[in-house]
């Protein structure tokens, strides 16, 4: 992964996003998209790193990656997840609450007042802490559940204007 990260650094965030091994090159135009491709693959090739043609999914309008459904307009949770989701039963572990807020860190920025609402079982996998399941964590492991299978869907932004986002990170939560 470091690898491929500092061999596709020129391009990560541009029009490429690298998770392990798996790349996906994206594009607003089809004639951007052969522009990307090409860039993409000419770097591989001279750091003779090469891709499988029949592992390559090219020219597609929509596509699952890491757990999510993108195309042109909107990012989604893929369904797959939210059956996932749905049968997932109380965490009995302080493992299986790592376990199950791992996957729903995976899809926090969809979560109003995920770091809140997850507090109560972050708690729960400290060291040192016992593992006490009560009213306040089922409440938070159901609520984080419901949130995630009505996740809502993201629109992408359109237009060649630059967006500036601001934040206020200070205080107990995100």
Known sequence: MDLMNRV???????????????ILIYSKTQEEHVEHLRLDLELLKKEKLYDKFSKCELWLREVQFLGHVINGIRIHVDSSRIE??????????????????????????????????????????????????GEEQELAFQTLKDKLCNAPVLALLEGPEDFVVYCDAFGIEL
């Open 8 to 22: 596709c650094k020129p391009y990560l965030d541009k029009f490429v996003i690298m998770f392990i091994d798996d």
């Open 84 to 133: 996932v989701v749905k049968n997932w039963k109380a965490p009995r572990t302080p493992i299986e609450v790592r376990s199950f807020l791992g996957l729903a860190r995976c899809y926090s920025r969809t979560i109003e007042n995920f770091s809140k609402i997850a507090k109560s079982l972050n708690i729960l996998t400290q060291k040192g802490k016992t593992f006490d399941w």
